[in-house]
């Protein structure tokens, strides 16, 4: 029979007598945290209950209570105020939807219900594999990993956690998989052609093409481009295109930049400014004068750019017939370039211009 341990002054002993077992003891310290709220802790050996009261009186003589609750909350719940205070008033609207699609497929039900203290690099480390073991590539692990890091940063400038736990873990690397292939001036040109042959919308797919490859624009910068934009030797790249809106900055959230507006494009721009009946405001827009929205431009890659680059050469488009439980499906592959290998040609032209330094033509 377990004798009653002798009484310890700020420590409450409480008696648990399992079912047919022996009487077991724990420990409990009552205080008030660093919000002035009643809180408790629990232990197995008075020893551990003694120690946590001195290190009590230490926090409290210093005024760093908060450090006892410092990471004691769960992620998803951080996750609310990660998101209000942050996501949504210093982020995009693309990289929102990219941090809700990450936290609601891979992230939450893995690690929701974990408190951030308990989150450790071990435990990354078996998140890692795990969704290795699920079927997701390198990118994939490092987005989710990077918006698990930003959490982290958070969480230790709110004073919420005592260390950014996802610095200290090796990373996935994510190695190119396509070899980067400018297109020619002569592919370019058969692509336009090709274009061309559509009565419908040809002359804007030509134009998009051109202001592409001539002008150096990501696809983002080349919706967002305004005729106001068009200068008599450059071209002002000012905003982007987000998914039907328009939002100022590049990319790279660095100052404006100005390529030079080559002779080229100049022309195709002034005649495809003509053909509309010469409107101001966004180049590439749809009917109704607004942005195109990100299914315009999935389209417009599949319908409009694949097929044009199939039937110049440079590229396939592989049809598979696929029965799933009964149902036929037509499974559609394209090898082939995209249209940011534009960007490239571009930098391409100036290179061989030689005109300008490698550094400058990063710049």
Request: a positive charge; hydrophobic letters at 35%; one cysteine or more.
């Amino acid at each position: 029979m377990s004798v009653r341990p002798k009484p310890i002054p700020g420590v409450e002993i409480r008696e648990r007598r399992p079912r047919g077992g022996e009487v077991l003891y724990s420990y409990r310290v009552r205080f008030q945290n660093a919000r002035g709220k009643r809180d408790q802790r629990s232990f197995d050996t008075a020893q551990d209950a003694q120690d946590f009261r001195a290190r009590l009186r230490l926090l409290k003589r210093t005024g760093d209570l908060a450090v006892l609750e410092r990471g004691n909350e769960a992620l998803e719940r951080f996750m609310g105020d990660f998101w209000r205070l942050y996501v949504e008033t210093r982020l995009e609207t693309s990289t929102r939807k990219k941090y809700r699609c990450l936290w609601n497929v891979h992230i939450n039900r893995r690690l929701g219900a974990m408190e951030l203290r308990q989150i450790t690099p071990l435990v990354l480390s078996e998140f890692i594999l795990e969704l290795e073991e699920a079927g997701a590539g390198a990118a994939t692990i490092r987005s989710c990993l990077g918006l698990l890091q930003s959490m982290f940063a958070r969480a230790v400038e709110w004073d919420r956690a005592s260390v950014n736990v996802v610095k200290l873990i090796a990373k996935p690397r994510v190695r190119r998989k396509r070899t980067i292939k400018p297109l020619r001036p002569i592919d370019v040109e058969a692509l336009r052609r090709q274009m061309l042959l559509n009565s419908d919308h040809g002359l804007r797919d030509a134009t998009l093409v051109s202001v592409l490859a001539y002008a150096g624009l990501r696809p983002e910068e080349a919706l967002a481009l305004e005729y106001q934009h068009v200068c008599k030797t450059t071209i002002l790249v000012e905003q982007k295109w987000i998914d039907g809106e328009i939002v100022p900055g590049q990319k790279t959230n660095r100052p404006p930049r100005c390529p030079p507006l080559l002779d080229a494009l100049q022309a195709d721009l002034r005649e495809y400014q003509r053909a509309c009946g010469g409107p101001s405001g966004l180049i590439f827009a749809r009917p109704d004068g607004t942005p195109w929205r990100d299914h315009d431009w999935r389209d417009w890659r599949s319908r409009v750019w694949q097929p044009a680059c199939e039937a110049i050469g440079i590229a396939t488009i592989t049809k598979t017939t696929i029965v799933n439980d009964g149902k036929r499906k037509t499974k559609r592959t394209y090898a082939g370039p995209v249209p940011y290998d534009l960007r490239h040609s571009f930098a391409s032209l100036l290179i061989h211009d030689g005109k300008h330094s490698i550094v400058q033509l990063s710049e």
